[in-house]
């Protein structure tokens, strides 16, 4: 009987015929020869952080955990084994006094994962991740190794730096990068109107700006992160106490309470916007940018103009109240800077990402459908990697180079072996 595979929130289940983990990129290649040959799909697995069925197949499911670290450093560039885990590249990376120019606040995917579905972080000169890779080593269709960046293959690149593994399997990428530098941290409690009056001038005068409101509170919690030459601050003991035991261990005993008395979400909230961390750390990049996700969630995100991000969030916040949404995870506001990305949510225009969370098992699609028709009004752009209801008719009418983005992927895989039931929902009319 075949395996199991479920992905990080255990909403996408699938039972691969075969489960492949190939020792090297020739290996890789002969098994996607094969596949084409006989007929087969196959679908490449990372840390299965994504929300959607993405990497869901019933046919080949390959990892390339094998496959793992950076091959060759040249200046301020570097060339990485596609699959290798973002946690494992700060630190090589740190190795060659160097660092990513910016990353999520989740580390453990790998880097091809969060290239794919275009992860991003937080920063209005900033852009998601993808805009930090300037070329790709991709197995194709046919077996062959095929070489893109801006110089060569362009069109080839400008798709393949999101492209939810749809044009082949990514085996490398080579990434723009930093010299070492560290970065401070605050966090602070303020209202909601406060932080919504000054949003835009803060989130201009800081790196990275993000904050999170509590709903049916007043209250957020603003992080902001600053280049600084300051000495390391930073105790593993508060970081214990603050980032495992408070925000992971005691938030899901709430959580547990909230998912079995749903009326306790509103004080929960309330307590959660109490009890969470203030104060200031500094330390290298690598280290600041992650948050330990020790509690399991269900989460939507889109992207949507930068200049309507406040009055959607302000209509979320009506919603949530006049349904009286039984939800207590906090909601996530970051400001990314746009791209030339063919399917970049934040594709031609500076945009705000609003995420919304449920904890695994509680009821989520009221809240979902109800935050995701808000979006809708704002020209809002979902996220690869979360949870979304648009159909490929819709979204060729939120990005301009749909269409040739899709030319390319039937260009470089006429038969579909890198396809599966989710991306034929939502590529194919």
Not at 117 to 137: E, P, R
Not at 281 to 287: E, R, V
Not at 420 to 425: F, P, S
Request: glycine letters at 6%; charged letters at 20%; hydrophobic letters at 35%.
């Amino acid at each position: 009987m075949s395996k199991t595979w479920k992905n990080w929130a255990e909403l996408v289940k699938c039972q691969p015929q075969q489960f492949l983990q190939p020792t090297s990129i020739k290996e890789l290649a002969e098994i996607v020869h094969s596949h084409v040959a006989s007929g087969r799909s196959l679908r490449v697995v990372g840390s299965g952080h994504s929300f959607t069925p993405v990497a869901a197949t019933n046919s080949t499911m390959i990892s390339l955990e094998q496959l793992q670290g950076v091959e060759l450093v040249e200046g301020e560039t570097a060339s990485i084994l596609a699959p290798t885990k973002i946690y494992t590249l700060g630190k090589l990376l740190a190795d060659y006094g160097l660092g990513l120019e910016n990353q999520g606040d989740i580390d453990s995917q790998s880097l091809a994962g969060a290239i794919a579905t275009g992860t991003h972080g937080t920063g209005t000169k900033l852009g998601i991740m993808s805009t930090q890779a300037v070329g790709f080593t991709l197995v194709t269709a046919d077996g062959n190794i095929l070489e893109c960046s801006a110089n060569h293959n362009p069109e080839i690149f400008k798709a393949a730096q999101v492209s939810l593994g749809s044009l082949g399997i990514l085996a490398k990428i080579r990434m723009k990068l930093k010299p070492t530098y560290r970065l401070r941290e605050v966090r602070r409690s303020t209202n909601l109107t406060t932080c919504l009056n000054e949003l835009e001038s803060k989130a201009n005068q800081h790196r990275h700006y993000e904050f999170w409101w509590f709903p049916h509170t007043e209250q957020v919690l603003i992080k902001t992160q600053d280049l600084t030459d300051a000495a390391i601050k930073s105790s593993r003991i508060e970081h214990i106490l603050n980032d495992v035991i408070l925000e992971n261990g005691v938030f899901w005993v709430l959580c547990e309470i909230c998912r079995f008395l749903p009326s306790m979400c509103k004080a929960v909230s309330k307590l959660s916007a109490e009890l969470v961390s203030q104060g200031e750390t500094t330390n290298y990049s690598y280290q600041i940018f992650p948050t330990p996700r020790l509690v399991r969630f269900y989460e939507m995100e889109y992207a949507v103009p930068k200049e309507q991000g406040p009055d959607c969030l302000r209509e979320i916040k009506e919603f949530v109240t006049r349904k009286n949404i039984a939800v207590h995870f906090p909601v996530e506001y970051r400001c990314v800077k746009g791209d030339d990305i063919y399917l970049s949510p934040a594709y031609q225009r500076d945009s705000a990402f609003i995420a919304v969370h449920m904890y695994k098992g509680m009821p989520y699609k009221t809240y979902f459908e109800g935050v995701e028709a808000i979006f809708r009004n704002h020209q809002g752009r979902p996220h690869w990697g979360k949870l979304h209801t648009r159909t490929a008719k819709e979204l060729r009418q939120l990005y301009p180079m749909w269409d040739e983005f899709h030319s390319i992927r039937r260009k470089l895989d006429p038969t579909g072996v890198f396809m599966n039931d989710y991306l034929k929902q939502i590529f194919e009319d």
